[in-house]
C-alpha cells in the first residue's frame, strides 16, 4: 500500500491470542509427554533382562514423572513375591503416570523439576548391572546384613532377626525413582563388592565384570551426581548416602575424604534433630517407605566413625559436648551397642588431652579407669578372640565380626592414650612404668587378634579401621625395644623380646598375605616400613650400637659417611623428617660433643637452618637437654619437605639409597598416601605434642640405647 493511501487496520480477532497460548501449552505437553515415554520405554527396556521384582507385603513408593515434567510419587502394592520381570517393568509404566491429573496428587510430592535431575537420573540408572548380577553380588558373604548394621540397632539386626533380605535388598529402583535412591543403591553396590571375599569368582556375573573398577564407577557417580548437591540430601535416605559413602572412603583406606563426608554427615543429622535425646519422629523426610534407619543409632554410629577417625588423624572432633554412653546398659541394648557408645565417649577424652598438650597424668589415669571399668563390664567370652565355626550364617558372622574390630578399637585406644609417655626416662620412682607396660600390653593385643581376624576376613576392605590400629601397635613395640623401654621394674624384656618379635613377624605375614590378595597400598607400606624397623633392631640389639632418633633438615638427610650402620629417613607429610639410625656408641659420643652438631640460633623456618634434633638421650652418657627453640612446633613454621625417604646405609661412604615419592596433596587418596597422616599423629603423639614442656622438664634423654 503506498503513502498516498491511509491506512486503515484490520479488524482485530480477539480470540487469536488465546488460540496461541493454547497451542503452545499442547506443544509444551506432547514435548514433555514424548521425553516422558522415552523414558519409561528405558525403564521398560532395561527391567526386561531377568530382574525379578522385590517381595513385600507393604506398599512399595516410587518417585515417577507427571505430564508437567516433575518429580512424583506414588503407592504401588505388589503382593505376588515371584512376579516375572515383564511384571516387575509393568509395575511404574510411563503411560499411568502420564494418565494421573496433577489435581489429584498431593502438592507436597510435586518437589523436583525433571530438567535439573532427569539426565542425572538416566545416567545413574545406567550405570546399574543387571538384576542377576545385582542378586549375586548381595548374596555374597555378609554385603546385605553389614549395610543394614550402618543405620538398624544390633539388638534388632541380630538378637531379634528382624532384618531385609538380601532379595528384598537387591532390586534395583525404575529410572523414574528419587536420585538420592538411585544413588543409595549404586553405593550399596560399592559397598557390596567391598564384602566380596578374594575367593569370589567373577565368573558367576553376566559379562565381563571388573569388580574393582564397577565399584569405583558406582561410587563416583553417586558422588558426584547425587550427594555433592545438598538440595538433594533433605531426608533419611540422603544421610544413609553420606554414611555409606563415608563408610567406603574409610574401607578404601581415604581416611580425610573419609572425616570430610562424615562431618557433613554429622551436620546434616543435626539439623534433623537427630542430636536430641527427645526426637521428633514428625520431621523426618523419608522417600522410600521401605527405609529403615534408626536416629538414635544411625547418630551414634556418625559421632563413632568421626571421632575414631579424627583421633587417628590427630585432629580435634567437631561433635563435642554430646555424651553417648552409660554407666549401665540399657533394656534391650546389645553388650557391642553399650560398648561402642562408650568408646565414642572415650575417643572425646582422649583428642581433648591430646589438644591441650599438657598430657596430665591424672586425666590419662582417670581415662584408663573408664577403659578398664568398661571392659570388666562386659561378659568374659565375649573377649574370646574371633572364630567362626563351620555352618556359620551371615548375622552371626557379621555380629562377631563387629565385636571384634570393637576388641581391636579398644586396645588401641590404650595404645594412644598412654603413647606420650612410652620413651620418657626412668625417673627413680618408676612414675612412667605402668603407662609403659600397658602401651605394650595393649599393643600385643592389637596384633594378635589382628592376625586371627585378618586370617579370617581376608579382604581389606572390610574393617579397615583394624589396619591402622596393627600400624600404630608395631611401631609402638618396635621403637619400645629400639629405646629400651621394653625393660621395665617389672618385665623381663629378654623373654619378651623373643615372643614379640615372633608377633611382628607373624603380623608381617598376615600384611604380605592381605597385599598378594588385595592390592593394598596400605598393607605393602606397613611391612615396608616395620621390616626396616626390625632390622634396626636386631643391630640395636647386638650390643655394641646404639639406636638414635632425630628430627633433622632437609639437608642433612641425605649426608653420606657421616653415621655408619643402618639409617632409615622417613619425611612424615605434614610433621617432619625422622631419622632412625643404629650407630656405634662411640660416634653418638663424637655427635653429642661436637657443638657444630646442635644449632645455636632459634628455629628458623630458612630452608638453610641447620638442625639435627635428638629426641632422646642416652642413659650411658647423658648430655643437657636441648632448647624448645629447636623443635619443630606444630602449627608453627614448618620444614620444607617435598619426599617420603626409605634410607638405608650399608657401609661407611657409601651413596643412601632413597625411593622418593612426591609430596602428597592434602586430600590425598590412599593409593598416593597409605598412612594418610596417622603417621604423623603418632610421632607426634609419641613426642608429646614436640615435646617442648617435656624438654623444659629434662624429662628426655638424647639418644635411645639398645637392650
Known amino acids: 500500500m503506498s503513502q498516498e493511501f491511509v491506512d486503515v487496520p484490520a479488524p482485530e480477532d480477539e480470540d487469536l491470542g488465546e488460540r496461541l497460548k493454547r497451542v503452545e501449552q499442547m506443544l509444551e505437553k506432547v514435548t514433555e509427554k514424548l521425553f516422558t515415554q522415552s523414558l519409561g520405554s528405558q525403564h521398560i527396556a532395561s527391567t526386561a533382562q531377568s530382574r525379578p521384582s522385590v517381595a513385600s507385603s507393604e506398599d512399595q513408593r516410587y518417585d515417577t514423572l507427571n505430564d508437567h515434567g516433575q518429580f512424583l510419587v506414588f503407592s504401588d502394592t505388589t ?17 499411568h503416570i502420564a494418565s494421573q491429573s496433577p489435581e489429584r496428587l498431593p502438592a507436597e510430592l510435586n518437589r523436583f523439576v525433571l ?22 553380588l548381595f548374596e555374597a558373604g555378609r554385603a546385605a546384613v553389614f549395610l543394614q548394621a550402618l543405620c538398624i540397632p544390633y539388638n534388632e539386626l541380630f538378637n531379634e532377626g528382624n532384618s531385609q533380605s538380601s532379595a528384598m535388598l537387591s532390586a534395583i529402583p525404575p529410572i523414574t525413582a528419587h536420585p538420592v535412591l538411585l544413588a543409595r543403591k549404586l553405593l550399596h553396590h560399592s559397598l557390596c563388592i567391598q564384602q566380596l571375599d578374594p575367593s569370589f569368582d567373577p565368573r558367576a556375573l553376566q559379562g565381563n565384570v571388573d569388580l574393582r573398577s564397577a565399584m569405583q564407577r558406582y561410587y563416583d557417580l553417586a558422588s558426584t551426581l547425587v550427594t555433592c548437591h545438598d538440595e538433594l540430601l533433605d531426608s533419611l535416605e540422603g544421610l544413609e548416602c553420606l554414611i555409606c559413602e563415608g563408610v567406603y572412603l574409610v574401607n578404601c583406606g581415604n581416611l580425610r575424604r573419609a572425616l570430610a563426608c562424615l562431618r557433613r554427615a554429622s551436620t546434616l543429622a543435626q539439623f534433623m534433630g537427630l542430636h536430641r535425646k527427645e526426637l521428633y519422629k514428625g520431621t523426618l523426610k ?8 534408626s536416629g538414635e543409632f544411625t547418630w551414634a554410629h556418625i559421632a563413632y566413625l568421626e571421632r575414631y577417625i579424627s583421633l587417628l588423624l590427630g585432629m580435634p572432633t567437631s561433635i563435642t559436648s554430646a555424651r553417648f554412653g552409660n554407666e549401665e546398659k540399657s533394656v534391650g541394648q546389645t553388650d557391642a551397642e553399650w560398648f561402642e557408645k562408650v568408646q565414642i565417649d572415650i575417643c572425646e577424652h582422649i583428642i581433648g588431652r591430646n589438644q591441650e598438650r599438657d598430657y596430665d597424668l591424672s586425666a590419662t589415669h582417670k581415662i584408663d579407669n573408664i577403659l578398664n571399668r568398661m571392659a570388666s563390664s562386659m561378659p568374659a567370652d565375649w573377649w574370646t578372640p574371633m572364630d567362626l565355626p563351620p555352618g556359620t550364617g551371615p548375622d552371626e558372622m557379621m555380629s562377631r565380626v563387629i565385636c571384634a574390630q570393637m576388641q581391636i578399637v579398644h586396645y588401641n585406644l590404650l595404645t594412644v592414650l598412654h603413647l606420650p609417655y612410652l620413651l620418657r626416662s626412668n625417673t627413680p620412682n618408676h612414675r612412667f612404668d605402668y603407662n609403659k607396660e600397658t602401651c605394650l600390653y595393649a599393643s600385643r593385643e592389637v596384633l594378635s587378634r589382628f592376625i586371627t581376624f585378618r586370617s579370617i576376613v581376608r579382604v581389606v576392605y572390610c574393617c579397615r579401621l583394624v589396619d591402622f590400629c596393627a600400624f600404630t601397635a608395631a611401631m609402638t613395640l618396635l621403637l619400645a625395644y629400639l629405646n629400651g623401654s621394653g625393660h621395665t621394674s617389672s618385665m623381663q624384656s629378654t623373654h619378651q623380646r623373643v615372643g614379640d618379635r615372633a608377633l611382628i613377624g607373624k603380623t608381617l605375614e598376615t600384611l604380605d598375605e592381605l597385599n598378594r590378595l588385595n592390592g593394598d597400598e596400605l598393607s605393602r607400606e606397613t611391612a615396608k616400613l616395620t621390616r ?9 640389639a647386638k650390643g655394641n650400637n646404639a639406636y638414635t632418633c632425630r628430627i633433622a633438615e632437609e639437608d642433612q638427610k641425605n649426608t653420606t659417611g657421616e653415621y655408619p650402620g643402618r639409617a632409615l629417613c622417613l619425611t612424615i607429610p605434614y610433621f617432619g623428617c625422622v631419622r632412625l639410625a643404629s650407630e656405634p656408641l662411640s660416634q653418638i659420643w663424637a655427635l653429642e660433643v661436637l657443638p657444630t652438631c646442635l644449632p645455636s640460633a632459634p628455629y628458623s623456618s630458612s630452608p638453610q637452618a641447620s638442625m639435627v634434633h635428638p629426641f632422646s638421650m642416652t642413659a650411658t652418657h647423658p648430655v643437657q637437654p636441648l632448647q624448645p627453640q629447636q623443635l619443630p612446633l606444630p602449627g608453627g613454621p614448618q620444614i620444607p619437605f617435598s619426599v617420603y625417604h626409605l634410607a638405608n646405609i650399608h657401609q661407611q661412604g657409601e651413596q643412601e639409597k632413597l625411593f622418593d615419592l612426591p609430596m602428597p596433596d592434602v586430600m590425598a587418596g590412599a593409593e598416593d598416601w597409605a598412612f594418610q597422616g596417622v603417621d604423623a599423629a603418632f610421632f607426634d603423639s609419641l613426642t608429646g605434642g614436640a615435646g617442648t614442656s617435656l624438654i623444659n622438664q629434662g624429662s628426655w634423654d638424647t639418644h635411645w640405647s639398645g637392650i
Not at 503382593?79 to 503411560?95: H, I
Not at 530438567?115 to 549375586?136: G, M, N
Not at 523419608?286 to 534407619?293: C, K
Open 286 to 293: 523419608q522417600l522410600d517407605p521401605m527405609t529403615r534407619v
Open 115 to 136: 530438567p535439573k535431575y532427569a539426565d542425572s537420573c538416566r545416567v545413574l540408572h545406567a550405570a546399574f548391572p543387571s538384576q542377576h548380577d545385582a542378586h549375586i
Open 79 to 95: 503382593t505376588d513375591a515371584t512376579n516375572t520381570a515383564s511384571e516387575s517393568s509393568a509395575e511404574t509404566p510411563a503411560s
Open 532 to 540: 626396616r624397623l626390625m632390622d634396626l633392631e636386631i643391630e640395636t
